[in-house]
């Protein structure tokens, strides 16, 4: 027989564990909706914040050997209108389980944003942006300020509460377990970690922010690690340079019970959700195995 992939997520029923990351692709509801229909198990939207903004000027992504840097400056419509793309995503795919991503430059203005989210069925809070002032790891990267963050966040809103959390820190698990105690229900790790490239012809910074996250297969071992740390507070949504089935089963099998794709859906295309999933379900079946003996293997 063969095997399920399917699994639970904080009362989110996904039919397979892989989620399409924050920032890729989830800004449209025509983007959204190709995704799902391309075999994602969940979609996480863009980061969204109150007033529309309007992002930084080009160069805003580069293309390096092992990942991407990306400086886009959370660009995006605003709540209100982004409201709306997303009630189109639920009348094509009810089912697609749907996962708003916000953002603010603090913890009441996060709240505020929260509190309007009538869509979807969880709200993840980006906590980790790494280059935009007044946001992500400047409001999150202490265990008392994602503290403060998750707990304004919690009060506002009844949806299941996902949280992103950065890398840039020296202890991630006391982020976790802050955020947990706050009302954190899942933990995402990782966002991008804060990095530049400097094109030497110009003597300058590439990005046109100078600064930016730096995502894709460079960070995977950060991210895998990260994972192990943290997934005996929470479930775990690990994030981080997944491209393969092999590189899925290792955020897996470090303890995460499903596992973002971001940087791959730029370079493998949206192919890349069912691909993973066969390679899954092929990899389960070769050894008998169910995917929830899976979880956390690596750490017995
Ligand atoms: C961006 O929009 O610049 C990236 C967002 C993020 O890293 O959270």
Redesign the pocket.
């Known amino acids: 027989m063969t095997p399920g992939i399917e699994v639970e997520l904080a009362g989110l029923r996904l039919r397979n564990p892989l989620i399409l990351a924050s920032?890729i692709m989830g800004n449209t509801a025509s983007a959204l909706v190709r995704v799902y229909r391309a075999g994602a198990g969940a979609l996480t939207t863009k980061?969204v914040t109150k007033e529309p903004v309007e992002g930084y000027r080009n160069p805003v992504v580069v293309e390096l050997p092992f990942g991407l840097l990306?400086?886009?400056?959370?660009?995006n419509p605003g709540v209100d209108y982004f409201l709306e793309e997303l009630r189109a995503v639920k009348r094509e795919v009810p089912e697609a389980p749907l996962i708003v991503s916000v953002g603010g430059n603090s913890p009441d203005e996060v709240a505020d944003v929260a509190s309007v989210v009538d869509v979807g069925e969880a709200v993840e809070i980006?906590a980790?942006?790494?280059?935009?002032s007044g946001h992500?790891v400047e409001i999150g990267s202490t265990p008392e300020l994602i503290g403060e963050l998750v707990r304004k966040v919690r009060e506002s809103t009844s949806k299941p509460l996902f949280v992103k959390l950065t890398p840039m820190t020296h202890d991630i698990r006391s982020l976790g377990e802050a955020a947990v105690e706050a009302g954190a229900d899942v933990l995402v790790a990782i966002?991008?970690i804060r990095a530049m490239v400097i094109d030497v012809e110009a003597m300058k910074p590439v990005l046109s922010n100078k600064f930016g996250?730096l995502s894709g297969p460079a960070i995977r071992p950060v991210a895998v690690r990260a994972v192990y740390e943290l997934s005996d507070l929470a479930p775990v949504v690990g994030v981080g340079g997944v491209e393969t089935w092999r590189d899925a089963l290792e955020m897996i099998m470090a303890g995460a019970t499903a596992v973002g794709i971001g940087t791959a859906v730029y370079k493998k295309g949206l192919n890349v959700f069912e691909e993973i999933s066969q390679g899954i379900i092929k990899y389960l079946e070769s050894r008998g195995l169910t995917l929830k003996e899976v979880v956390g293997a690596a750490k017995s």
Not at 70 to 75: E, I, R, S, T, V
Request: glycine fraction near 22%; charge should be neutral; aromatic fraction near 0%.
């Open positions: 920032g980061t990306n400086a886009m400056g959370l660009p980006n980790s942006c790494p280059h935009v992500g966002n991008t996250g």
